[in-house]
């Protein structure tokens, strides 16, 4: 059975720049997913900030095909005023995050979050895992 994983912009963000040390863990979620063993959620929200930052490396046009295969390969969960609400009532230092634990939530039987930045999810109460702990622990290991 497949996991389900809310995984965060910066993630997707470090696998298409080739970010270091970033990009193998990430690389390895998108493994996962390829391979049917998760499936791998984003907040439409996250689209904006992936485009507006992979722009910077690759140029319009690449990062257009980017966000398209984004589109294909994974499930896109849309943020509505409910989830801006609630992002407003978590507590959290980090705005962005907050809208993006809110938008995670909606998904049932989500597994997981996957973020760079787990101490700005520090009052979550889902597992938070960076890509390479997700990836240990899928792997059996501690």
């Known amino acids: 059975m497949e996991s389900k994983i809310f995984v965060d912009s910066d993630v997707i963000i470090d696998f298409f720049t080739d970010r270091e040390p970033f990009v193998n863990p990430a ?3 998108f493994e996962l997913n390829e391979s049917g ?21 690759l140029g319009h046009k690449d ?12 499930e896109i969960i849309g943020t509505t005023k409910k989830e801006i609400v609630q992002a407003l009532k978590n507590d959290f230092k980090d705005y962005e995050d907050s809208v993006q634990y809110s938008s995670a939530l909606n998904i049932k039987g989500l ?6 930045n787990t ?23 501690r």
Not at 44 to 49: D, E, F, G, H, M
Not at 63 to 74: A, D, N, P, R
Not at 119 to 141: C, H, Q, R, V
């Open 37 to 57: 063993l998760v499936q791998i959620y984003i907040s439409a929200v996250s689209l904006n900030n992936i485009y507006y930052i992979v722009r910077k490396f």
């Open 27 to 29: 690389s390895k979620i």
């Open 111 to 116: 597994d997981a979050i996957v973020t760079r």
């Open 119 to 141: 101490k700005d999810y520090i009052k979550a109460k889902l597992p938070i895992f960076t890509s390479e702990s997700y990836i240990k622990t899928m792997n059996g290991e």
């Open 63 to 74: 990062t257009i095909k980017i966000v398209e295969e984004l589109v294909e390969i994974t």
